[in-house]
DNA sequence: TGACCACAGATTGTTAACAATTAACATTAA
DNA sequence: TTAATGTTAATTGTTAACAATCTGTGGTCA
């Protein structure tokens, strides 16, 4: 039940390329999206691209007018991230709840392959590659509870302060911290409480 | 500035209609979508069909496996309904907070338009109008502050608990009740008292 | 009988061509 | 010059054909 998907459409691999190059700044605010373009850069048809790019729209990640293709949003004003911080640190946590108790190895592995990437890119100073794993991370600690309908209602969130991790990045001295402040949530992760667990996350996100 | 786009793709169209053929249960839950079928339907090619699946998808209207199709989402009120609520209510709430002072006659006369027809539905016991009207009534609340972002973050949930609506209202013995514990929100705001605005609300949505 | 496999029909995934719309630019007239 | 207009190139919207995948049926063999 519930099969990892082994296959992906193409237009679901596009839509995770693309959704890193603009989450990681990448590609521009602003910037235009041509679907011949992409067709030729991914050497598939316009058809998976359209997908990708309906996909993305719905997010909030790119705007489409009819006829006019489409543009990469601008990260929303900073009064509605004050509003979006705190309802994201309740899905994550709620999230976490959800399969608390469930956790594998295989888990932690994943996690840790993320914050082992996230580390190198610290390690460059590639802030565009420290927010992608940023996240992608807590992408992840919501995956993790299969739940498509949490994951879709994160994302329309996530995607709209993509922003606030940038900017929030570039206020360490060091980059490195920005890994190490997230060690913490996978020792809890790793100790079994569920509590400090979520106390930790929500110091995190902040 | 922002038009109301005047004509619209095949795609669009055909998502409104097929959410209304679900959403007031023509076609039933469980059921399968298939493209040629609909396709043949709507007298359209494949391409706009596959758009519209794809967005009720996202909405959580129906579900789709790669290389499977679609089917009516049969998936119950899973228990995220408990965490999406709260989350609804903190940004109906913040979206009045925004336009609160700013209030003009023509923004009640929209509201008591809606909560009229919802009378009217009530009166012929019509669940699916009911319902229809009753979150037309609460997306009026946040279109009015003018951001998209608050907009498509409160869609993404609330398509998402569309059958609590339904399933809450049949609670109650006569439907007109369903009208009558929507005027006490307008009252409020006529009153010019923020903070019980927001607590009607809150105790509202509850 | 029951498990296994092959095959055919049905269905979705992808592509490329065609149609409709938009945007840019040159031309003309006031 | 500037505004209006016609023309052309670029871009998106739609369609239909082709490829890949799944599903069910029937047969074979132990």
């Known amino acids: 039940m519930n099969e990892p998907q082994l296959v992906r459409g193409l237009g679901e691999q596009i839509v995770e390329r693309l959704r890193e190059d603009i989450l990681s700044g990448r590609i521009a605010e602003g910037e235009r999206l041509r679907e011949v373009d992409l067709a030729k850069r991914f050497s598939v048809s316009r058809g998976p691209i359209r997908e990708a790019i309906q996909q993305l729209a719905w997010e909030g990640v790119v705007e489409t007018d009819r006829n006019k293709g489409a543009l990469v949003s601008t990260s929303a004003p900073n009064e ?15 999230a976490i709840r959800l399969y608390f108790d469930q956790l594998t190895e295989d888990d932690f592995l994943v996690w840790e392959t993320i914050l082992q990437k996230m580390k190198q890119a610290c390690e460059t100073n590639d802030f565009a590659l420290i927010s992608e794993h940023d996240i992608a991370f807590h992408r992840s600690l919501v995956t993790r509870a299969h739940s498509p309908d949490l994951l ?11 922003r606030h991790f940038r900017e929030s ?4 001295k060091n980059p490195i911290q920005i890994y190490e402040e997230h060690l913490p949530i996978i020792e809890a992760l790793r100790d079994g409480s569920l509590t400090e667990t979520l106390q930790t996350i929500e110091d995190h996100i902040e």
């Open 80 to 94: 509605i991230t004050e509003l979006i911080i705190p309802l994201r640190c309740t899905i994550e946590k709620y």
């Open 152 to 162: 879709a209602i994160w994302s329309a969130m996530v995607s709209r302060i993509r």
């Open 169 to 172: 990045h570039l206020k360490y």
